[in-house]
């Protein structure tokens, strides 16, 4: 595992968290290491239920009531969070927020999107009620909103969607963190908007050095925003370097897969193949590679072993893929 | 005889076990151990006319003052004597307003407003002498006047409900200041009786000037007590001491608070928890409780109430003297007096009630015998029985407890009765209409004069009711209640009385089930207190100790 | 706004008119003779007929309803028979104990069931959530005036605390006499609301904007406050109805505690037979129920933005 | 940039919808609700075989006895066994639950589903009606009823049926607008069924069940109200043994025989606490996923 680079503001180690399903407790995030720098997008990306939102929520300590921390720790610029859930909450004040993906549903609807942005300088850092109100103002002109002071006294309904999550990013900055974690924040916009909002994080980031960790299924959307990305399949990470390299050249065949599911406008003809079988479930994992039995290149070795995140032979120092065969994906 | 009873609504909807109808004479009875024994002490000093006589004397062994706080269960409408028959307003008003003549605890007449009266020979004519000194509320004195006045409005005012009470009387005369003559169209043995009746009071003429609904916002009268600003239905009501009464230092309390609390529990807890010092209409079954208690009192008083079970003889199984006869057999009334009144009341024999007048003990009345019950039933014309129905008021638990009683009784000789149990006002409707079979309802005497029993439930021509609505109509004895009340000689009378009862209780066309007595609980604070068996009781001889 | 107040008193006078009209057939459907109250046994026929044309009872039912309506527009509720004053000046004395009743009841069953509902919705699924919800379900099939009978047992004749029944003389026994039944009537409405606002917190519980509220660095306490004011709309709409039914519920809680309120003037009315108050006061309890029913709404529309008062 | 949605392109397997019947099992309250329920009932079919003495027969000398081996649970005011007219009111007072709210039932959801199906006139019409009697104070409506129609059984079911079926017709009316907007039925009307067959086979199943899990609690509510209306003087009258009115004559013995008054009560408590359990069971089953 790389060392933890000098600028490094998140540090990740070994997050591992079950799900209780019945009364069988299932891993649903199995040892997930990753780093971000201050000003850089790490992107995740994988399938719904390769356990990456989970992640994201463990980090914050907003698991659901069935999930449960088992085991990892988390460095916020060198300090470890504690990990009881009050303590956490109270330690990541100003240091690192989070955003979500539906963003009506994500805001109180009976209160003005002023006063719930308001009241993060309010309650939590004290300001006075007229200060807070201002703050709040500007951090609607931040996020792009037009006539911010009238905008503030509505109410979420009466917003557009692009609108209500240009809310919720206002909310999160409130808190000026040093992190921001998005859970799939786009998904449910309409294209044109999630370019918008796209560009607003981008620019966010590099003028607040924000690192921000970006989850989603959609390459697209990690490709335009973040420089790193891991990608991760039944709870672990299959593959992890710079964005470009691994999607020109990815060095574990689920990566593969993925793109060859895309439809690449560049080359209209080859028609999307969707990897064969299906993501399988929690309960029923299969042993060593979890991917093998979708995988072409399986061998028998795949079904014991359970592959190591390491880097492949002649790749970036930072490359590194959980596949026993990564050295065969590397010449062309 | 002027059982006239009527709902105030709010008593019938309690499902308490006793009686919630209420007569004209709401049972209201109360447990002082000693009557308010009248000594004679003329007070000294008291600068009043020392001839106010033997009457009305105050005693010395008693503590003035105090208010006596006492729930009752209806409250009054109207303190209007002429115009009402509702216990609530009785009770309230005859504190206030006072007869020549009242009755006493024992049940006889005493003279009260009246010293006495002579009776010409033809017995048509009566000379009453008024009591000399006695002053009204307002300080003024009684004049013969105000009697004339007071008597002809409650004979003359047709919608009066006891107008009627005062047919005999032709014209009366006042003669000077303190003589009234009374002209009556024909001799009339009950007159006193009826004179003594509440709705008799005495009145200032002309309401003082005053109109009438003012007069009765703030009645003026001679009795013990005085209210202001009186209002109908109120949840409570406050009678202040009246300083001008003519019996002197008399009433030893200061006020009385009425709390009207409808609910039998709720008096029960007011009383339990110190609310209260005195209750009316106990329930039966909470006597034996009550004695437990070292703090409290209860009081059975003997009343002038039957009980009965009513046969309507329009029906042709009813107009079967046997049948009637096998029905009154199959009752065991000594059970339900048990069961049904936790051994308050007697059981049924004569239909006079034991504290009446003329009662007779030696009436032949017809015991309880499964045997004779259906040998009785075989001679009549329904051998193997039948199936009748039996209207009860909905609204009254006792009555729910006597006729599931009188159902299972009488299923053993093959009589089936079914229930039909109404609501207050829909139960009296009925009987009225002689809409019924077979039905239950008291009957009570409302002045100490056996003619009003006798005449209301026998008297089927001008009884008023068609013998309490059974059309039981037996000419010799109807005769014989004719002579009873034209007859001054209390022996004849009484010899004629016996007679009337042993007919009835041959032709049974009612089953006398029981003589409840007025229950009354109260504080042993106080002291003094007793009620006369029709029902009233009079407040200025208790005290608070 | 005002016209939205304008169409709802259209509404409202339309109920009321119904109500009139219902109450009237009930009346002369019902068997029973006011007169025959008034005047008892003995009353002669012709002073009962007497009396019945003094009340104008034997005028057709058209003429009668046409005379009560006309009375009605002039603010004259006509006179009771049973008591011969006028039914406004009954009402007048007994509508302020049967108002504070119901008022102080709501209050309990809101001072009640909020503490209840957010304990069992914040603790869900473990002992206290399954013992508040036990408790509610059992709630609903307890009759109140049991209840009633018991506290006055205990708190009053035991403990002395509050009397035992009446209205008092003060304004201060007037409130000490209003405890008992008051918390018996929230009793009856305390269970269903519980279940409501329980169900209600637990499903904003679980809605990602309590995620977003977390994140923002607020306490659990603020965060409640939060889940309690959306969760709070639904259930109010639930308390006005049980408001309502509260008002028709004083008939019997005024019995059992001898409150002299317009509830136990009606049950006497209904069984005398006393039509003017029986009309008057039956549509003033449902006078009553209407305006709660609209402040319901009102109160509704101010706490939620989504619902305009159209 | 095109937008790429990995997610539709590879379909997951459907999970199989547990049966209706599997999911009632699973629900722990409506188990325990059918289990409460089922007992009562099977002792109020069961009254004359188990229970010691008929209901109605009096020993007017042992009366008000306390717990005995011949009385398990004491006699009452009229020397009755408490025991075997706790078992009979269960008869009646079931009975007249169940029986009482059939009328509304039926009637108050085919009064909701069409206002609530049509709207426009119709709708205002019933809602106008249903206003008018909820406005109603309940008990003053139900007291004003049984007095016109006498109290016993028959006066509460009328009374019940007058005043009853308001509750349903707005439940499934609201609940009927929901799913008339919804498009399965926007396609049925499309495809040119009748109104009656949509009615039926796409609108009411949806909306039953609402109406079905209040009839539950409903149930609670009508022996409540008998009860109260026995406290009253106006419910079961004799000597037919029902809970109400053992409670209201029980009442007077409080402080001496406390049993005769608060066993019917327990009674009243458990059977409501069974029905509101089915009630909550069924909530759940039938709630969508």
């Not at chain 2, 949840?235 to 009207?260: C, E, M």
Request: net charge positive; hydrophobic share 45%.
């Amino acid at each position: 595992m790389s060392a933890v680079a000098v600028d490094t503001v998140l540090s990740v180690r070994d997050v591992t968290v079950s799900v209780l399903r019945g009364d069988v407790r299932h891993t649903a995030v199995d040892a997930v290491s990753f780093d971000v720098p201050a000003g850089r997008a790490l992107g995740l990306v994988g399938e719904s239920g390769s356990g990456k939102s989970l992640t994201l929520r463990a980090l914050m300590s907003l698991l659901p009531p069935a999930a449960r921390l088992e085991a990892g720790s988390v460095h916020l610029a060198g300090d470890e969070l504690p990990r009881g859930v009050k303590q956490v909450r109270r330690a990541l004040r100003g240091r690192m927020a989070m955003i979500f993906q539906d963003p009506l549903s994500a805001l109180d609807p009976v209160q003005t999107v002023g006063n719930q942005i308001a009241e993060v300088p309010r309650r939590v850092h004290g300001r006075s009620r007229r200060q807070s109100w201002e703050r709040a103002v500007e951090l609607l002109r931040l996020v792009g909103i037009p006539d911010a002071p009238r905008r503030a006294h509505a109410y979420p309904h009466e917003l557009s969607g692009g609108m209500r999550q240009r809310v919720v990013i206002a909310i999160a900055l409130a808190t000026e963190p040093s992190v921001l974690l998005c859970d799939e924040p786009t998904t449910a916009l309409d294209v044109t908007v999630q370019a918008q909002v796209l560009e607003l994080l981008d620019d966010l980031r590099s003028r607040l050095q924000l690192a921000i960790v970006f989850v989603s299924h959609d390459l697209a959307v990690i490709r335009q925003l973040c420089e790193d990305v891991c990608v991760m399949y039944t709870g672990r990470l299959v593959e992890t370097g710079r964005t470009i390299e691994v999607l020109e050249r990815p060095l574990h065949p689920y990566t593969l897969g993925l793109l060859d599911a895309i439809i690449d406008l560049d080359d209209p003809v080859g028609a999307p193949q969707p990897i064969p079988g299906a993501l399988p479930e929690l309960e029923r994992l299969p042993g060593g590679c979890t991917f093998h039995p979708r995988c072409f290149l399986a061998t028998e070795e795949c079904t014991t072993t359970v592959p190591e995140l390491a880097p492949a032979r002649g790749a970036a120092p930072d490359r590194a893929s959980a596949c026993i065969h990564r050295d065969r994906l590397i010449s062309p | 005889m002027v059982n006239v009873r009527y709902p105030n609504g709010k008593e019938m909807l309690v499902s308490g076990p006793d009686e919630r109808t209420l007569s004209r004479r709401e049972l209201v009875k109360v447990g002082a151990a000693g009557a308010a024994s009248v000594s004679v002490l003329s007070i000294p000093g008291l600068g009043r006319a020392a001839s106010l006589g033997r009457l009305g004397a105050a005693r010395e062994d008693v503590t003035r003052g105090g208010t006596l706080k006492f729930a009752r269960s209806i409250a009054p409408t109207t303190l209007d004597p002429a115009n009402t028959i509702i216990a609530g307003d009785i009770y309230t008003l005859d504190k206030i307003f006072e007869p020549l003549y009242i009755t006493t605890v024992a049940g006889k007449l005493k003279p009260w407003l009246a010293t006495g009266y002579t009776v010409s020979k033809d017995q048509k004519t009566f000379t009453f002498h008024l009591r000399p000194g006695v002053k009204f509320s307002n300080g003024k004195p009684l004049t013969a006047e105000d009697v004339v006045f007071s008597i002809n409005r409650a004979a003359k005012d047709k919608q009066g409900p006891l107008s009627f009470l005062d047919f005999a009387i032709t014209s009366l005369e006042a003669k000077g200041k303190s003589k009234v003559v009374a002209h009556l169209s024909s001799p009339w043995a009950p007159f006193i009786s009826d004179i003594s009746v509440f709705a008799n009071a005495i009145m200032p003429a002309n309401f003082g000037g005053k109109s009438q609904t003012e007069f009765f916002k703030n009645p003026v009268g001679t009795g013990p007590f005085t209210v202001k600003g009186f209002k109908p239905n109120a949840s409570s009501l406050t009678l202040k001491r009246n300083p001008h009464y003519w019996q002197a230092g008399k009433p030893y309390i200061n006020a009385v608070d009425f709390l009207f609390v409808d609910n039998d529990n709720q008096r029960l807890l007011q009383l339990r928890g110190g609310q209260v010092q005195a209750i009316d209409l106990v329930p039966p079954s909470q006597v034996a409780s009550l004695k437990k208690d070292s703090k409290l009192h209860v009081g059975l008083y003997p009343s002038w109430q039957v009980d009965l079970l009513v046969l309507n003889e329009k029906l042709a199984k009813f107009a079967d003297r046997n049948v009637r006869r096998a029905i009154t057999h199959a009752i065991d009334r000594n059970a339900l007096v048990h069961a049904a009144s936790f051994g308050t009341a007697k059981p049924g024999g004569s239909f006079f009630p034991p504290s009446l007048q003329y009662y007779s003990a030696k009436t032949p009345t017809l015991a309880y015998s499964v045997s004779a019950a259906k040998a009785s039933l075989a001679q009549s014309k329904f051998p193997k029985g039948f199936s009748t129905e039996l209207l009860i008021d909905g609204g009254v638990q006792k009555w729910q407890t006597f006729a599931q009683i009188i159902q299972q009784q009488l299923k053993v000789i093959g009589i089936n009765v079914t229930l039909r149990p109404l609501d207050h006002a829909s139960f009296e409707q009925a009987f009225q209409k002689f809409d019924y079979e077979m039905f239950i309802d008291y009957a009570i005497n409302d002045i100490t004069d056996a003619d009003e029993m006798a005449s209301f439930e026998v008297d089927f021509q001008n009884g008023g009711s068609s013998s309490y609505w059974s059309s039981y109509d037996n000419p010799t004895a109807i005769n014989l209640v004719r002579q009873a009340e034209a007859e001054f000689n209390p022996a004849k009378r009484k010899a004629l009385y016996a007679q009337i009862q042993s007919i009835v209780a041959q032709d049974a066309p009612f089953v006398p089930l029981d003589y409840p007595p007025y229950i009354y609980a109260m504080s042993k604070k106080l002291q003094g207190f007793n009620v006369n068996p029709g029902g009233a009781y009079r407040l200025e001889g208790v005290w608070l100790t | 706004m005002l016209r939205y107040t304008a169409r709802r008193l259209a509404a409202a006078f339309f109920v009321a008119f119904g109500v009139t009209v219902a109450t009237f057939l009930l009346l002369h459907l019902a068997p029973g003779d006011p007169a025959r109250v008034v005047l008892g046994e003995r009353a002669s026929p012709q002073a009962l007929a007497a009396l019945r044309h003094q009340w104008g009872l034997d005028s057709s039912l058209g003429s009668q309803f046409t005379r009560y309506l006309d009375g009605l527009a002039h603010g004259n509720l006509g006179t009771s028979f049973i008591n011969k004053t006028s039914t406004s000046s009954l009402i007048r004395d007994r509508i302020g104990v049967s108002a504070a009743l119901v008022a102080l009841a709501t209050v309990f069953a809101v001072i009640i069931t909020v503490p209840l509902a957010s304990f069992a919705a914040v603790r869900k699924d473990r002992a206290a959530d399954h013992i508040v919800r036990a408790l509610s379900v059992a709630g609903i099939g307890f009759p109140a005036f049991w209840f009633g009978i018991v506290l006055i047992e205990v708190f009053a004749l035991r403990v002395h605390a509050f009397p035992v029944g009446g209205w008092g003389s003060s304004t201060e026994t007037h409130l000490r006499s209003l405890v008992l039944p008051a918390l018996t009537a929230a009793f009856a409405i305390v269970p269903i609301l519980v279940r409501s606002l329980r169900v209600g917190m637990i499903e904003v519980f679980n809605a990602d904007f309590v995620a977003t509220l977390r994140s923002k660095g607020l306490g659990e306490r603020r965060v409640l406050a939060h889940v309690m004011r959306n969760a709070l709309i639904p259930t109010l709409t639930l308390l006005g109805i049980n408001v309502a039914y509260l008002i028709g519920s004083t008939v019997v809680i005024e019995r059992v505690f001898d409150l002299n309120g317009l509830g136990s003037l009606l049950l006497t009315a209904i069984s005398q037979r006393d039509f003017p108050v029986v009309q008057s006061v039956t549509l003033v309890l449902a006078i009553g129920v209407v305006i709660v029913n609209f402040l319901t709404d009102v109160i509704a529309a101010e706490l939620d933005p989504r619902i305009r008062l159209e | 940039m095109t937008s790429v949605d990995i997610t539709a392109a590879i379909d997951a397997a459907p999970v199989p919808t547990p049966t209706f019947w599997r999911r009632a099992r699973a629900s722990r309250s409506l188990m325990i609700g059918v289990a409460i329920v089922g007992l009562i009932v099977l002792a109020a079919i069961l009254a004359p075989v188990i229970s010691p003495y008929p209901p109605d027969q009096q020993d007017l000398y042992h009366i008000l006895g306390g717990i005995s081996s011949k009385h398990l649970l004491g006699t009452d005011d009229l020397g009755r066994d408490e025991l075997s007219r706790l078992i009979y009111g269960a008869r009646t007072d079931i009975l007249v639950g169940v029986l009482a709210i059939v009328f509304p039932f039926c009637f108050g959801t085919m009064m909701g589903t069409i206002a609530g199906y049509y709207g426009g006139r119709i709708d205002s019409v019933i809602m106008r009606v249903v206003d008018v009697v909820i406005a109603f104070p309940f008990y003053v409506l139900v007291i004003a009823l049984v007095f016109v129609v006498g109290p016993g059984i028959r006066g509460i079911f009328v009374a019940f049926a007058v005043a009853d079926w308001v509750v349903y017709a707005r439940a499934i009316r609201s609940a009927t607008l929901v799913v008339r907007e919804s498009n399965y039925v926007a396609a049925a009307q499309a495809g040119g069924l009748s109104d009656a067959r949509i009615l039926r086979r796409h609108v009411l199943p949806n909306t039953i069940a609402q109406a079905i899990v209040y009839a539950m609690s409903d149930i609670v509510l009508v022996i409540v109200a008998v009860v109260t209306l026995g406290y009253l003087g106006l419910g079961v009258q004799p000597p037919t043994a029902d809970w109400g009115s053992m409670i209201s004559a029980g009442q007077d013995y409080l402080t001496t025989n406390w049993m005769l008054s608060t066993l019917p009560g327990i009674a009243v408590v458990i059977t409501g606490l069974g029905l509101s359990l089915i009630g909550d069971g069924l909530a759940d089953v039938l709630r969508p996923e």
